[in-house]
């Protein structure tokens, strides 16, 4: 099947510096990618829809300015949190639309100190 | 509005006993899809099953088991002779038409499931 492959796996950072996330689609094209964040031991919510060559569409609630996608080609989609603070620690997944199926990444585990 | 339902936040159930985790759905699209996942400790979802609206006849793999019922909008989930490895957190999800573009999926809030033996 489509692989999706992100990267970091887990990343840990200080306060106030931003860090890139990447979700890769490694054996297909995607036009299109979502980016979920989960927090502990909550549900999957999705914060924004990915097109490549376009610019990302953002849930209600989600800060453009602080998540910043990027999705320039279309095998790589990146997620940029920006100026990080505590309350942005969660789990960052993505997937990628392929021939109509959602393939997932395995996810990247934010910590910010 | 699209919305998914799992009740049941947390259950516990010895080795070898069945369990099923409930899914209650709301959409007002005539075409939809209904996935389960599972999300191991380790945090990647791993795919177990998708269902088109139009296809209601339950499906059964290995010890899982699904049951569509769309006059009660529920997609059940039922794990036979459950074992250690079960243990996981479960997800109901559901989207549109995935044959459209930019169609994402919403997610249930997950049941535990802890298996002990």
């Known amino acids: 099947g489509a692989v999706v492959s992100q990267h970091p796996s887990w990343v840990i950072c200080k306060s106030g510096t931003s860090v890139k996330i990447e979700c890769r689609s490694l054996d297909f094209q995607a036009t299109t990618m979502f980016w979920y964040r989960q927090f502990p031991k909550q549900s999957l919510m999705l914060m924004a829809t990915?097109?490549?060559?376009?610019?990302?569409?953002?849930e209600q609630g989600v800060e453009k300015d602080k998540f910043l996608i990027n999705h320039a080609s279309l095998t790589l989609s990146t997620l940029t949190v920006t100026s990080a603070h505590p309350e942005d620690s969660s789990f960052y997944i993505c997937?990628?639309?392929?021939?109509?199926?959602?393939?997932f990444g395995e996810g990247s585990r934010l910590t910010v100190l | 509005a699209q919305k998914v339902t799992q009740a049941q936040t947390e259950i516990s159930v010895v080795e070898k006993e069945d369990v099923t985790l409930d899914c209650v759905y709301e959409t007002r699209d005539t075409t939809y899809y209904l996935f389960w996942y599972k999300q191991p400790p380790s945090g990647e979802l791993v795919f177990l099953i998708r269902r088109n609206s139009f296809d209601e006849q339950n499906e059964i793999s290995g010890r899982y088991s699904w049951n569509f019922q769309k006059s009660t909008s529920s997609f059940n989930f039922t794990i036979t002779a459950s074992q250690v490895v079960d243990s996981a957190v479960y997800f109901c999800?559901?989207?549109?038409?995935?044959?459209?573009?930019?169609?994402?999926?919403?997610f249930g809030k997950g049941t535990t499931l802890s298996v002990s033996s």
């Open positions: 999800a559901l989207s549109g038409s995935t044959n459209q573009a930019g169609t994402a999926l919403i």
């Open positions: 990915s097109n490549e060559g376009s610019k990302a569409t953002y």
């Open positions: 997937s990628a639309l392929f021939l109509g199926e959602l393939f």
